[in-house]
C-alpha cells in the first residue's frame, strides 16, 4: 500500500468498571529474571502453551483431539460474526462456510464443534435450513443436495453459549485490574471450541470476513486489515476486519479490552509503507513505546531483508496485550503478555518470525512442529546475528543448548506436553543451525529465500518436502542428515584423541587423529561433517572437514608440520558433546595393498601407542584363501589363489595393558590373467589337463604353451607330482592348484 506520511494515532478507551465475573490473572512481574537463557526462555514458551491445553482437556475430559479426517472438501472463505456479552459470558455466533468438493457424490460434510456450545440453526445463504448432527467434537451438516468434484456450497452455522477452556486456551473471559480481558488462542487444535470450521492446519481458507460487536468501552484486535467500525447506539459497536491472505483455524484470533492503541509505519519502499498497530494495556503504554516500537519495525526489515518481504505487508502487522504468560504468532496480530514477557525482545522477534515459518507456510501437521518453532527459535539467533554480529549469533545458540532425549518429530501429538516441549524449539533450531554449515552461508540463505517463495508459500509443508527442497537446492543428499536429526534422538557424544609423527620419506608430518561416537541411544551413530581446528603453533592454524560417520575412526591427515593440538568442532557448528583423551593404541589404517592372483603378497597391519607390543587376531571377515595373519607382528602373508575384494576386521591387543583397538579394512586381489592348473590352456580345469600333463611326460606330447599353469603344486618342476595334485583337487577335494614357478 502507499502512504504518504508517518502518523501515529492514540486511540484511547474509557475505562471500564470492575467486575466479579474477571478472574485476576497477574501479568508475572516486570522485568525478565536475570540471566535467562533462551532455553529457558523456550521453557516458558512450551510449557505455559502446554500447560493451558492440558487444563482444557482435564475440564472437558478430552483424551484425545475428536477431529474429523475431513479429505472430502476444500474451505475457501469464512465469514464469522461474533457478538461478545461481558456481563453474561456468553459468545453469540454466526459463521459462514464455503468449500468446494473434492470427491463426487458429497452430500455431508464434518465440520469440527464444540457440542456445549448450542447450535440455533444451520442455513444456506437463501435462508433454506438444514439437516444436522451434533456431539462432541462434530457436527454433521446435511447438504442440500450432493456435490460433485469441484463444485462449491456454502452454509451457516448460528450458535451461542459459553465456550468451555479451564484455562486460557480457545476462547475465555478474564481480567486485569478489574477491567475485562476477553481473548482467543487456539493452537494447536482449539479453533472448534468457539467457532464451527475446519480445525486442520492442512486446509487454510483463503480469505475471512471478520465482525466482531462487543460493549464500545472494550476495543476489538483482529487479524488482517480493519476496514470500519460501526457505533449501533446502544452502547455496542462492530469491528470489521478483512483478510485476504490464506489463513490456518488456529490462526484466527480476537483480543478486546481497554486497549490504548496506537501506529507506526514500516516503510518497505521509497513510497511504500505498511501499518505496524499495537494494542497495549494503558499502563503499559510508556513500555510499549520503548519495546515494541523499538524493536518491530526493526525486525521486520531484518526478517525481509534475510528471507524475502513481510508476507502480509497488503495488510499489517500487530500485537495485542492479552491475559495470558506467553505469546502468540496470531497472523498479522501477536499475541503477548502484559508482563515482561510481552515485551521482552527474544520474544517480539520470535513471534515476528512466526508470519513468515509458521503462519504463511505453516506446518502440515503436528508431529512436525518443529518446522515453526524450531524456525522460530533460530531466527533470534539470527536477528542478533544481523544486529550484533557473529559471536552474538553463535552466544545466542550456545544459549539453546540441548542434551535431552526424545525426536523432533512428535509421534504422540495427544500429549501436547510432547508437542510444546523444548526440543521442537532449540534441538530444531540447531538442526537449522546445523544444516547452515553443512550446505554454506550463501546455499542456506538461498534455501530460505526460495522456500519463502516456493510451492508452499501461504500453504503448509511436511519434513520430507522441507528436505527436498534442501536437496534440490544444495545438489546434496542430506537423507541422513533429516534422518538422524529429525527422527533420531539425543546427539553425538565425541571421544577424540591425536598424535603426530614424522614421515621419513618426505619430511612431512603423519596426523593420526582418532575419533569415537559413545552414545547409546539411536542413532548409534551419527553422520555428519566434521570441523577439526589444527594448531601447529601460536597463530598458526588450518582447519580441516571430516565426514564422520562410523563408531570408530582413524583419520589420516598429512601435513607439513606436526599438529601440537587438534580441537574438534571449534566454532560448535554441531550440537554434541566432546572430549578430548590421551593416545592409548589405535590401528593405524593405512590402506592394503592390493595384490594379484597367484602371486606372493605381503603387507602389515599398522598400530600407535601403548608398549608397542601387540597380538593381532581376525575378528570378522574373511582373507583371500592363501593369505595368512601373522598374531605377533600383524603381517598379512602368502599367495592368494582367489580373487576379488574380501573385507575384513582386524584386532590388535596390547600384551602389556588393557588397551586394545578394532578397525575395518579391505582387500583387492586382481584376477591373474593365467589358469593355474590349465595344463592345455583352454579355460577350464578338468581330466584333460592331467592327460596333457601325462602326454607331455611320458608320451613325447606337446609343452604346455604356459609352463607355469602346468605346476600346480608350485614345486616350479613339472612332473607326476602336478599329475597326482590336478587328480586330487579334481576328485578328492584336494587344495586349489597354484600358478607355478617354473623357470
Not at 44 to 61: H, L, P
Not at 119 to 141: A, K, M
Not at 422 to 442: P, S
Request: proline share 5%; hydrophobic share 35%.
Amino acid at each position: 500500500m502507499k502512504l504518504s506520511a508517518s502518523v501515529s494515532v492514540i486511540l484511547l478507551i474509557l475505562t471500564l468498571t470492575s467486575s466479579p465475573l474477571f478472574a485476576q490473572i497477574p501479568d508475572s512481574g516486570s522485568e525478565p529474571p536475570p540471566g535467562l537463557t533462551p532455553a529457558q526462555l523456550h521453557t516458558i514458551m512450551g510449557q505455559a502453551k502446554a500447560e493451558q491445553v492440558t487444563k482444557f482437556r482435564q475440564a472437558m475430559s478430552m483424551a484425545t483431539p475428536m477431529l474429523y479426517n475431513q479429505t472430502d472438501y476444500d474451505v475457501n472463505y469464512y465469514r464469522i460474526e461474533l457478538k461478545v456479552n461481558v456481563p453474561s459470558q456468553i459468545l453469540y455466533g454466526n459463521v459462514s462456510m464455503a468449500a468446494k468438493s473434492l470427491v463426487n457424490g458429497l452430500d455431508t460434510v464434518g465440520v469440527d464443534f464444540d457440542a456445549t456450545l448450542t447450535i440455533d440453526s444451520v442455513y444456506l445463504p437463501s435462508g433454506q435450513r438444514l439437516n444436522y448432527s451434533f456431539t462432541g467434537y462434530s457436527l454433521t451438516v446435511q447438504l442440500d443436495k450432493t456435490y460433485n468434484l469441484d463444485e462449491t456450497f456454502e452454509f451457516t452455522v448460528r450458535y451461542h453459549g459459553t465456550p468451555q477452556t479451564g484455562g486460557f486456551q480457545g476462547f475465555f473471559f478474564t481480567s486485569r485490574n478489574g477491567i475485562p480481558v476477553v481473548t482467543s488462542l487456539s493452537e494447536p487444535y482449539l479453533a472448534h471450541t468457539w467457532w464451527p470450521c475446519k480445525d486442520r492446519s492442512d486446509d487454510k481458507a483463503d480469505s475471512l470476513d471478520i465482525f466482531v460487536t462487543c460493549d464500545t468501552a472494550l476495543y476489538c484486535a483482529s487479524n488482517g486489515t480493519l476496514i470500519d467500525t460501526t457505533r449501533h447506539g446502544d452502547g455496542t459497536w462492530t469491528f470489521n476486519y478483512q483478510v485476504r491472505y490464506p489463513i490456518a483455524t488456529y490462526l484466527f484470533s480476537v483480543a478486546m479490552s481497554k486497549y490504548t492503541v496506537f501506529e507506526e509505519w514500516y516503510h518497505y519502499g521509497p513510497s511504500d509503507s505498511m501499518p505496524i498497530v499495537y494494542h497495549v494495556y494503558p499502563d503499559q503504554y510508556a513500555t510499549a513505546l520503548t519495546n515494541w516500537q523499538g524493536i518491530t519495525p526493526y525486525a521486520l526489515s531484518v526478517y525481509s531483508g534475510l528471507f524475502g518481504q513481510y508476507p502480509f505487508v497488503r495488510e499489517k502487522y500487530g500485537h495485542a496485550n492479552f491475559q495470558w504468560g506467553g505469546g502468540m504468532e496470531h497472523q498479522t496480530c501477536t499475541s503477548l503478555s502484559g508482563g515482561w514477557f510481552g515485551f521482552y525482545e527474544p520474544v517480539v522477534v520470535h513471534e515476528l518470525s512466526h508470519q513468515w515459518w509458521g503462519d504463511m507456510i505453516t506446518c502440515n501437521n503436528w508431529h512436525e512442529i518443529w518446522l515453526n518453532e524450531g524456525f522460530a527459535s533460530y531466527c533470534e539467533a539470527l536477528y542478533y546475528e544481523v544486529k550484533n554480529g557473529d559471536a552474538a549469533y553463535h552466544s545466542y545458540m550456545t544459549g539453546m543448548d540441548f542434551t535431552g532425549g526424545g525426536s523432533i518429530y512428535i509421534y504422540d501429538t495427544t500429549n501436547v506436553d510432547n508437542i510444546f516441549g523444548n526440543i521442537v524449539y532449540d534441538k530444531a533450531a540447531w538442526v537449522l543451525h546445523m544444516l547452515r554449515h553443512i550446505v554454506g552461508d550463501d546455499t542456506f540463505f538461498n534455501i530460505l529465500r526460495d522456500y519463502y517463495s516456493s510451492a508452499y508459500q501461504y500453504k503448509d509443508v511436511t519434513t520430507e518436502q522441507f528436505k527436498n527442497l534442501c536437496e534440490s537446492i544444495s545438489g546434496k543428499d542430506l537423507d541422513y542428515f533429516f534422518q538422524e536429526w529429525i527422527y533420531g534422538t539425543y546427539r553425538p557424544r565425541y571421544v577424540y584423541t591425536f598424535m603426530s609423527e614424522l614421515d621419513p620419506t618426505d619430511n612431512k608430518y603423519w596426523n593420526f587423529l582418532y575419533v569415537e561416537q559413545g552414545q547409546t541411544t539411536p542413532p548409534s551413530v551419527f553422520s555428519m561433517p566434521v570441523d577439526f581446528l589444527f594448531t601447529y603453533g601460536p597463530g598458526d592454524t588450518a582447519t580441516q572437514n571430516l565426514f564422520n560417520d562410523s563408531k570408530r575412526t582413524t583419520y589420516i591427515v598429512k601435513t607439513d608440520k606436526a599438529a601440537t593440538d587438534i580441537t574438534l568442532d571449534p566454532e560448535v557448528w554441531i550440537l554434541k558433546a566432546a572430549t578430548k583423551s590421551n593416545w592409548t593404541m589405535h590401528i593405524i589404517p593405512f590402506p592394503l595393498d592390493s595384490g594379484e592372483q597367484y602371486q606372493s603378497y605381503e603387507d602389515s597391519i599398522v598400530s600407535r601407542g601403548g608398549s608397542g607390543t601387540n597380538t593381532y587376531s581376525l575378528l570378522s571377515g574373511t582373507f583371500p584363501s592363501g593369505l595368512l595373519l601373522d598374531a605377533n607382528t600383524g603381517v598379512i602373508f602368502g599367495t592368494p589363489t582367489n580373487y576379488g575384494t574380501f573385507s575384513f576386521k582386524i584386532k590388535a591387543k596390547d600384551q602389556y595393558s588393557s588397551y586394545a583397538d578394532s578397525i575395518d579394512f579391505s582387500m583387492t586381489i586382481a584376477k591373474s590373467p593365467f589358469t593355474a592348473g590349465d595344463a592345455d590352456n583352454n579355460g577350464i580345469i578338468n581330466i584333460l589337463d592331467v592327460a596333457f600333463l601325462i602326454n607331455y611326460l611320458y608320451k613325447s606330447g606337446a609343452a604346455p604353451a604356459i609352463m607355469n599353469q602346468a605346476d600346480p603344486d608350485r614345486n616350479c618342476t613339472i612332473n607326476i607330482l602336478d599329475v597326482s595334485y590336478l587328480i586330487n583337487y579334481l576328485y578328492k577335494s584336494g587344495p586349489v592348484p597354484l600358478l607355478g614357478c617354473v623357470s
